[in-house]
């Protein structure tokens, strides 16, 4: 079950990890993309200027829409990750607490046959 949970926290870091390169490639894409449709386009210098000004604001908009979301993507993977570490670390004091008492069973036990062959030992040798 702890094996199931490990893997299933290393899929969502690795989405999240996706995610994050996708949203890099996308803002450096953009970028280039309008520097180059600028650049490349016959303009005057005062409608390059506008244009210009125009595909930053609009290059701002889309920057701070994509931040937003991949802040709010990080906090649900983050209270996500959060839950499952408190979910495994409760599987784990449990079973622990459970190996710990069998071994204490298991001891006990032993102790007892120790005593009672140490005992029928003794009795033979007295006989």
Do not use: C, W
Request: charged share 35%.
């Amino acid at each position: 079950m702890a094996s199931n949970d490990l893997k299933q926290m290393e899929k969502q870091e690795t989405d999240s990890l996706k995610l994050k390169d996708f949203m890099i490639g996308a803002i450096i894409g953009g970028i280039v993309g309008g520097a180059t449709a600028l650049l490349l386009a016959p303009k005057s210098g005062k409608e390059f200027r506008s244009d210009l000004n125009g595909q930053v604001g609009s290059l701002i908009g889309k920057t701070d829409h994509l931040r937003a979301a991949v802040t709010q993507k990080g906090n649900e993977l983050a209270a996500a990750t959060k839950e499952k570490t408190i979910q495994l670390k409760s599987i784990a004091v449990e079973k622990g607490g459970q190996i710990v008492e069998t071994v204490k069973e298991k001891t006990d036990g032993l102790k007892k046959k120790v005593d009672e062959k140490k005992e029928e030992v003794l009795d033979e040798e007295f006989i």
